[in-house]
């Protein structure tokens, strides 16, 4: 995107501004609940990395306009035009661009957070959600798996039995829940949601950076030791999933707002 972190840069479908210290990302497709197309996908990755060169950047928010954070991948934006294999890569790109960011990232999640907005969420270090928020992965209700790293994540962040329930079964987790679980670290009302943030973006921004980075790397080399292996397990799983008959019963029961039937 050929982004200037001094400058507020947009997209149609992305805001990044600086705000002193504090480089505030915003995707900007509300009317679409902020579900995220390949191009904004690649962008998002894009102004992390050059974030992550950037020393006058010490913390970043990423949030979302509107009511919701983001239901994850729009794939029909972009339909025909990149493959799965591109997608995939596309997605495990920005996922761990978040991750080893070297300034921490902080998730204000606004709304509700699905698919890859899950990923997205729970790559940052600290995670504020509003009380109408929620998690979601619903892939395998239309024959697919989870993907943006968060079968590593949500594993790393509230244990196995939580992963299992959230990705298996795909129900939502309502915020609260999400917080008693260890998956997140707070809920608020929206008007305390925007003073944590600023206060925790505050401290952060004017904290020792390099011994901040070092602590993000250490945390990270314990709890999100296996995300890169989980995210090419993902991209391999998803491919053959989304050529499968049961994608495509998936997709369609779904446009047509009917219960899916999958093969025998």
């Known amino acids: 995107m050929g982004l200037t972190m001094s400058e507020c840069t947009t997209s149609p479908k992305l805001t990044a501004a600086r705000d002193g210290r504090v480089l505030n990302i915003t995707l900007t497709n509300p009317e679409r609940l902020n579900a995220i197309d390949y191009a904004t996908m690649a962008g998002l990755g894009d102004v992390f990395t050059e974030a992550a060169g950037d020393p006058s950047v010490r913390a970043i928010v990423i949030t979302g306009e509107g009511k919701a954070f983001c239901t994850g991948a729009d794939l029909s934006a972009t339909a ?12 495990a790109r920005l996922v761990t661009a978040i991750a080893e960011t070297p300034v921490p990232v902080i998730a204000r999640v606004n709304g509700p957070a699905a698919g890859v907005g899950v990923g997205i969420a729970l ?94 790397q250490a945390l990270n080399a314990t709890n999100l030791a296996s995300l ?37």
Do not use: W
Not at 238 to 249: G, K, R, Y
């Open 80 to 91: 025909g035009e990149v493959t799965p294999e591109e997608v995939m890569d596309c997605a």
């Open 123 to 216: 790559a940052a270090d600290l995670v504020y959600a509003a009380e109408r928020a929620y998690f979601l992965l619903s892939f395998t209700n239309i024959g697919l798996m989870p993907d943006g790293g968060t079968t590593a994540l949500i594993a790393a962040a509230a244990g196995r039995a939580l992963a299992n329930e959230m990705a298996l079964l795909g129900e939502r987790l309502p915020a609260t829940a999400a917080r008693d679980a260890g998956l997140i670290n707070a809920v608020l009302a929206d008007a305390e949601l925007d003073t944590k943030v600023r206060e925790a973006t505050e401290k952060l921004s004017h904290g020792p950076r390099r011994a901040l980075e070092l602590t993000k």
């Open 228 to 264: 890169g292996a989980a995210l090419a397990r993902e991209k391999a799983g998803q491919v053959e999933l989304l050529s499968s008959p049961d994608f495509i019963e998936g997709a369609t029961a779904m446009l047509q707002k009917r219960k899916a039937v999958f093969a025998e």
